[in-house]
């Protein structure tokens, strides 16, 4: 790769390549995005487990192919599966017993889950190097100048299609309707005859389903390292911090956005190494853009 | 004096108040209306939590809302809530001192005025005494201390009243009497209780739906026809 | 002031309740003793390995210390404290190797360069909601990780991020050991210790003292309720910053501590997931009492090391933590602020009532904590 000075940028053949990486990345964050949005709007609770969900289902499919011999497709069912498992179960369990909560002690009693999850996985399977590479991972064809290969496809084929799927889904279907009635409030909601701990249990588990497949997905594009993945969460946060926990939209714009900056700062010398902290910086600006006007909550609504 | 005008606040598709013009002339005045009229809204455009999408006003001849909001406190405006708001963790004297230095008032003068308005509004145990450990009633009190402590210009009570029974409500009114002329400054009072209005207050204004229908000496206005069909239904007229 | 002076109607002025002169004689007795067995007892007791550990229980407290400010006393979650002691750790290193200044004045400097960039990086989301605020710390805790994997630590070299590729004679066994200095009075591993003890016993005075005065009043209405805080006149964003500040400052000191402790300082000594484990034990601790930082810092590099010497994996530890951020957060009454203590609370009433010999008798607030 050429060496390149603080204010040459890099030029359009060098940051061809990663364009993929960036929209399959992007890609993926919004699939984990949009599940983590819904699950906040419907229950209040911001699961930052969601990495370590998606990591311990993609080590579990790896340990079904590599150690137990079991056919890799039904492997990656069961890592998706997984991933819906634990997260209803922890939502049928601490997502009941935390309801009445501020949104900070939900999303605190999350990390729980994630020290959880990530003891257990360095319990089990260690440190040592993995990958998992899904049969759709080889170079597959050219777009342009570009190596894309299915995996990218798939990964950011499933970030739009789940986004804007989720949307239609909560705008046109009954199910959608009621959790679209939860967010607003809940309390009025189960009034008006909404199942609400129906309606939660589903959000729940849909997330689940989401979060197993990003980690799935992530253990290709990026690689099989528990802690890694774990973390990987907050390129995901960053996407539903900028649409402030509320925007499909703008959720899965954001974490192209994401995707993409991490991705195309690879080939750019002086920030290549920390790349990583792109989430971060975005999440700040945005930050800063929303923090203009204060938001004072105030107490007492009748008057 | 304060001088209100043409206020006007709008929220999503709400216009909790919708052209609201008074003046409060001096002493202590009330704030009645049904639910929903707008009052503590009103005091919250006043408390600076809420910002106005029209009209202005003027305390004393200055313009409030050009004041950031904790910054109010230091010009001698003062507020309780409708949920009792004293800091549990902090005795009762800290929870009236810290009104007193936040609001930038001399240090040389501090012990004097928090004991004098616990004495005000009547508070007899040991001002050490964690707030936490005591009863809504004497939460009440404190809450009123810290409304009155340190010579304020502007005295906002949200329902003081609410959830006491009737001695007690009157001894309230009682105190609530005293604060123009023992502690300064004048005193708007929202309270559904008539009985307390019209026991503490000269003169009270009516909201209903964000605008004011009835303004005058308290007596007049509580007989008001359109003030009793506002609150037909909800609360009895005096 | 004179204690106890009577308002023209007997209202009985109380004993001062602010600043620090109303502890109780006894307290500070007990308190005293501590410290000093801890000073001289403990080196005694313990072999060099484990006063290494301890030491570092002490670096952590303080960090906890920060922690339990922030969320106890404020009502902020910060999910990067663990960052803000590698910065601290960065920071102290480097100028312990650039500079011949003395110890202490490092970490004094080092104290104020990471409260400056700590809260620089709060001050975003401080006019937020607090969800928002845990969120960009853990943001921050993720990206220091990053950055710190690519910088490394300073270990003698040159240049801006004094750091030498190839190690020094510590890491890699060849070139001079150039580990990070210590203070002259404090070379070896005993006298650091007590060093370290000394100056966690001041940052816990530095503490107490914002908590008892103006500072702590403001931080207990905003924590309460910030609306009324604001009616009171609070300048509520200014108090949240200061609070912030007071932690990275503790924390960057923590963190200077730290680095002489280590002599050599290693990127994966500070990963992300510490944050996370630090916020767990500061609960576990209890985050209303002072004491909970020192039990949070014994959790957090005690228990490791007890693990080991039993042949148990330190994994089943964050399963251990995880667990715990569920059962404190379960049951605290109302809310994660809400971790009153009161067992200890009654345990201090009765045992002063069997000191003092007459019940119920002094303010309840000489005694919170």
């Known amino acids: 790769m050429v060496e390149l000075g603080f204010l040459d940028l890099p030029s359009w053949s060098q940051l061809q390549p990663f364009i993929a990486t960036g929209l399959a990345l992007g890609g993926v964050y919004a699939l984990s995005g949009v599940g983590m949005v819904v699950l906040y709007q419907t229950t209040g609770v911001l699961n930052l487990a969601f990495g370590a969900v998606g990591a311990m289902g993609a080590l579990i499919a790896w340990e079904l ?71 759709t991972s080889d170079p597959a064809f050219t777009v342009g100048e570009i190596f894309v290969n299915w995996t990218q496809l798939i990964a950011l084929g499933l970030g739009i299609v789940v986004t804007f799927g989720t949307l239609a889904f909560l705008r046109f279907t009954n199910l959608g309707t009621a959790m679209r009635a939860l967010a607003n409030d809940r309390e009025i909601a189960a009034t008006l005859g909404v199942p609400v701990r129906k309606v939660e249990a589903q959000a729940w588990l849909v997330s689940g389903l989401l979060a197993g497949a990003a980690g799935l997905l992530l253990s290709n594009l990026v690689g099989l390292d528990a802690a890694t993945l774990t973390f990987l969460v907050i390129s995901s946060l960053a996407a539903a911090l900028i649409a402030r926990l509320r925007s499909l939209p703008i959720t899965f714009f954001a974490a192209l956005v994401v995707g993409l900056v991490t991705a195309m700062s690879t080939p750019w010398t002086p920030v290549s190494e920390y790349r990583q902290m792109a989430p971060f910086v975005l999440a700040v600006i945005a930050l800063l853009w929303i923090s203009r006007k204060r938001e004072v909550t105030i107490p007492g609504a009748s008057g | 004096m304060i001088e209100v005008e043409n206020l006007e606040v709008r929220f999503g598709g709400v216009t909790p108040i919708d052209g609201m013009t008074v003046t409060f002339p001096g002493g202590t005045c009330g704030l009645i209306g049904p639910n929903g009229a707008g009052k503590t809204t009103f005091f919250n455009v006043l408390s600076g939590f809420v910002k106005p999408a029209a009209g202005s006003v003027r305390a004393y001849g200055e313009d409030l809302l050009a004041m950031a909001d904790f910054r109010r406190a230091r010009w001698g405006l003062r507020r309780t809530f409708q949920t009792e708001q004293a800091i549990e963790e902090l005795s009762v004297y800290d929870n009236v001192a810290m009104v007193h230095e936040h609001s930038g008032l001399s240090r040389a003068s501090r012990r004097e005025d928090v004991l004098g308005a616990l004495e005000f509004v009547g508070l007899k145990m040991n001002p050490g005494t964690r707030t936490g450990t005591l009863g809504a009633r004497d939460r ?75 303004d005058g000496p308290t007596e007049e206005v509580l007989r008001e026809e359109q003030v009793m069909r506002a609150y037909l239904g909800t609360e009895n007229g005096a | 002031m004179a204690a106890g002076t009577a308002t023209a109607t007997g209202l ?155 190690g020094t004679e510590a890491t890699s066994g060849a070139g001079t050991a150039e580990t990070i200095r210590r203070p002259t009075i404090a070379e070896s591993s005993d006298s650091y ?32 309720s910030e609306p ?96 715990g951020i569920l059962q404190v957060l379960l049951t605290a009454p109302a809310g994660l602020i809400d971790q009153v203590p009161k067992d200890l609370r009654r345990l201090g009433r009765f045992l002063k009532r069997q000191v003092r010999g007459s019940p119920g008798q002094s303010a309840d607030a000489a005694e919170s904590g």
């Open chain 2, 140 to 214: 009440r009190l404190i809450e009123v201390a810290r409304a009155v402590v340190g010579q304020p210009r502007l005295v906002l009570l949200d329902e003081p009243a609410a959830g006491l029974p009737d001695e007690e409500t009157v001894q309230l009114g009682e105190v609530i009497k005293r604060i123009p002329d023992h502690m300064g400054g004048l005193v708007v009072l929202v309270d559904h209780d008539m009985s307390l209005v019209s026991a503490c207050c000269q003169t009270t204004a009516v909201l209903d739906f964000g605008k004011l229908i009835a």
């Open chain 1, 65 to 135: 192919v590599n150690n137990a011999g079991m056919a890799e497709g039904l492997a990656y069912l069961v890592c998706i599966l997984f991933g819906g498992a634990i997260t209803l179960l922890y939502g049928a369990f601490f997502g009941a017993a935390l309801a009445g909560r501020d949104p900070l002690v939900k999303a605190t009693a999350s990390l729980g889950l994630l020290l959880i999850l990530l003891g257990t996985m360095s319990w089990i399977w260690s440190d040592k190097a993995r990958s998992l590479t899904l049969p």
């Open chain 3, 228 to 323: 009324a805080a604001l009616a009171a006149g609070v300048n509520v964003t200014l108090y949240k910053l200061w609070a912030f500040a007071l932690a990275a400052f503790i924390t960057g000191i923590a963190g200077g501590l730290l680095a002489g402790e280590n002599g050599v300082l290693f990127n994966y000594q500070f990963p992300t997931e510490d944050s996370i484990i630090l916020l767990a034990v500061v609960l576990m601790g209890g985050i209303y009492s002072i004491w909970g930082a020192i039990i949070a810092g014994a959790f957090m590099r005690l228990l490791p090391e007890l693990l080991n010497n039993w042949g148990l994996p330190a994994d089943l530890l964050i399963i251990l933590f995880g667990v």
């Open chain 3, 193 to 224: 210790f007590r060093y370290t003890v000394i100056a966690t016993a001041l940052m816990f005075l530095l503490v107490l003292a914002h908590v008892r005065s103006k500072p702590g009043r403001a931080w207990a209405a905003i924590r309460q």
């Open chain 3, 12 to 166: 009985r002025a109380p004993v001062p309740i602010s600043g620090l002169r109303d502890i109780s004689i006894l307290r500070v007795a007990v308190i005293t003793a501590l410290l000093l067995l801890v000073l001289f007892g403990l080196p005694i007791l313990n072999s060099n390995f484990w006063i290494q550990v301890n030491t570092q229980v002490a670096v952590y407290a303080i960090t906890a210390l920060g922690l339990g400010l922030l969320m106890g006393r404020v009502g902020l979650v910060s999910l990067g404290q663990i960052a803000v002691l590698a910065l601290g750790a960065w920071v102290g290193a480097r100028l312990l190797f650039a500079t011949g200044v003395p110890f202490a004045v490092v970490l004094v400097m080092t104290g104020l360069i990471t409260m400056v960039l700590g809260t620089l990086i709060g001050l975003p989301a401080l006019r937020l909601s607090g969800l928002y605020l845990a969120l960009v710390t853990l943001m921050l805790a993720g990206a220091i990780a990053v950055v710190l994997a690519s910088t490394d630590f300073p270990n003698g070299g040159s240049g801006f991020l004094g750091h030498q590729e190839g």
